[in-house]
């Protein structure tokens, strides 16, 4: 947890030049970023790299995503201090850990058991419950603890899937990559009205692996 005088630069570069230079504003998501300790997330022999913008191999074929979008998909979230956050797509933690530095109300979702163990044993010690992290297919949310302020999906569906909607508060936000290698994926932030209506914006092109679907996983 304590950085070294290089990381220390690489963390002041990344959140400069990766970050602020590319328009992410918002203070709390920039200590956020600064806070989390991105080599920790990442495999040993990965850690040189760990804190360059772009996403890495984190075993099993998934990435961690580069710390512009993860930062992008906080900011887009709008969280509120007390707001409850589903996350879908655990993977090595990294995005987890940094929702937790705005909101302790943070569940996530992640379909592989191994990657599931991996982040568990990295999370607890920085506050995530045990029961907030499980093994399962994401894609249908997590009713137990919905309705959610935002929920932030971090793998590419083809289309949105419809439960994430429903479990969203009125005002609530949904950052999620849709799309696939053919046609591209756009990131979009769905947002419901309180009437229960959905405003959706397109925000950048974006590439992330596929989300897994329900049928895939059972
Ligand atoms: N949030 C991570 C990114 C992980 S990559 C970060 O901070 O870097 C996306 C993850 O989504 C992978 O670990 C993959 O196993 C997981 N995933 C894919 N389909 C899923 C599904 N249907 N439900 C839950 N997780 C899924």
Same mark, same amino acid.
């Given at each position: @947890?304590?950085? /070294?005088? /290089? $990381? &220390?630069?690489?963390?002041?570069? @990344? %959140?400069?030049?990766? %970050?602020?230079?590319?328009?992410? &504003? $918002?203070? &709390?998501?920039l200590h956020a970023m600064a806070t989390v300790p991105r080599d920790q997330f990442v495999p040993s022999e990965m850690r040189a790299h760990a804190w360059d913008d772009a996403p890495l191999p984190i075993g099993q074929g998934q990435t961690i995503s580069q710390p512009y979008i993860v930062a992008l998909m906080t900011e887009l979230a709008e969280i509120e201090p007390g707001d409850r956050v589903l996350e879908v797509g655990t993977g090595c933690g990294y995005q987890t850990a940094v929702l937790l530095q705005l909101t302790p109300h943070v569940y996530t979702i992640e379909v592989r058991p191994e990657l599931a163990e991996q982040a568990r044993r990295r999370l607890e010690p920085l506050g995530l419950p045990p029961d907030h992290l499980r093994v399962g297919d994401g894609s249908r949310g997590w009713p137990e603890h919905a309705p959610f302020d935002a929920i932030l999906v971090t793998a590419a569906p083809r289309t949105v899937p419809q439960p994430l909607l429903e479990q969203l508060t009125p005002g609530g936000r949904l950052v999620i990559p849709v799309g696939d290698e053919f046609s591209g994926q756009q990131l979009l932030r769905i947002r419901k009205d309180q009437e229960g209506g959905f405003a959706t914006e397109s925000i950048i092109p974006v590439r992330f692996v596929p989300l897994i679907p329900e049928k895939q996983t059972d």
């Open positions: @947890m304590n950085p /070294t005088a /290089t $990381d &220390r630069s690489a963390i002041e570069r @990344m %959140l400069r030049v990766h %970050l602020e230079g590319r328009g992410i &504003r $918002d203070p &709390r998501v």
